[in-house]
Nanobody, 126 residues
Framework: VQLQASGGGWVQTGGSLRLSCAASGGTFSSYYMAWFRQAPGKEREFVAA????????YKVNDVKGRFTMSRDNAKNMVCLQMNNLRPEDTAVYYC????????????????????WGQGTQVTVSS
């Protein structure tokens, strides 16, 4: 499966952005999906994940109450709605896919995901 992330941009603190990740070349509903982010000089970190059916039980504590992940299997797309953005949310955001069933032990590990999009830059100014 090929993944194409979009929707990044520049916002002020407290603003909102909606990231999208379009999938092609595979049976989208077969994949568990996730968003990761990577700030300059830091390792790529897990943000949120969603099951094949659309439940999103996994989310890093820092974004709970602010970010919402969703998917539309008919449109082969996942989204990440980001509200109340903070400067520390500044990073390149990547969508990722795996056929491996998600569990707390593996969901945050980048090696769980075989497929990655190219990333989209999110910049939040203070």
């Amino acid at each position: 499966v090929q993944l194409q992330a979009s929707g990044g941009g520049w916002v002020q603190t407290g603003g909102s952005l909606r990231l999208s990740c379009a999938a092609s070349g595979g049976t989208f509903s077969s994949y568990y999906m996730a968003w990761f982010r990577q700030a300059p000089g830091k390792e790529r970190e897990f943000v949120a994940a969603i099951t094949k059916s659309g439940s999103s039980p996994y989310k890093v504590n820092d974004v709970k109450g602010r970010f919402t992940m969703s998917r539309d299997n008919a449109k082969n797309m996942v989204c990440l709605q980001m509200n109340n953005l903070r400067p520390e949310d500044t990073a390149v955001y990547y969508c990722a896919a795996t056929t491996r069933p998600l569990a707390i032990a593996v969901v945050t590990n980048t090696r769980t995901y075989a497929y990655w999009g190219q990333g989209t830059q999110v910049t939040v100014s203070s």
